[in-house]
């Protein structure tokens, strides 16, 4: 597949269940899903230690509706941001990630919500 050559809706079609795989995840303290389409290079980062520490902040906050911005693509990887809602506020939050095709499947590389 040449994930970089689809067109914006595709891309949307292929990353949108993998970042709400990685929020649902993360909501139900659950590493094996919210790493479960990472690369390996993000599971690096993303120990199950790192996530229970990044989780054990109170009071405890859970990802909500997130709503599509804008896709960037590379030469090798598509960036995407969305507006993020979360629980604890009613502040919108930036959520980037870059998603890259390895070995015919598309994971995600890195992703940072603030």
Same mark, same amino acid.
């Given at each position: 597949?040449?994930?970089?050559?689809?067109?914006? &809706?595709?891309?949307? !079609? =292929? %990353?949108? @269940?993998?970042?709400?795989?990685?929020?649902?995840? $993360?909501?139900?303290?659950? /590493?094996?899903?919210?790493?479960?389409?990472?690369? &390996?290079?993000?599971? !690096? =980062? %993303?120990? @199950?230690?790192?996530?229970?520490?990044?989780?054990? $902040?109170?009071?405890?906050? /859970?990802?909500?509706?997130?709503?599509?911005?804008?896709?960037?693509?590379?030469?090798?990887?598509?960036?995407?941001?969305?507006?993020?809602?979360?629980? $604890?506020?009613?502040?919108?939050?930036?959520?980037?990630?870059?998603?890259?095709?390895?070995?015919?499947?598309?994971?995600?590389?890195?992703?940072?919500?603030?």
């Amino acid at each position: 597949m040449e994930f970089c050559n689809l067109k914006d &809706e595709q891309i949307l !079609g =292929i %990353v949108e @269940p993998l970042m709400q795989n990685c929020l649902d995840g $993360s909501n139900e303290d659950n /590493y094996e899903k919210h790493t479960l389409n990472f690369t &390996e290079r993000m599971k !690096g =980062i %993303v120990t @199950p230690d790192e996530l229970k520490r990044q989780l054990s $902040s109170a009071p405890r906050i /859970y990802f909500r509706e997130r709503q599509f911005i804008e896709l960037f693509r590379r030469v090798d990887s598509i960036a995407v941001v969305w507006k993020q809602r979360i629980s $604890s506020c009613d502040d919108e939050l930036i959520n980037q990630a870059i998603f890259k095709e390895e070995k015919g499947e598309i994971l995600i590389d890195h992703c940072m919500i603030c």
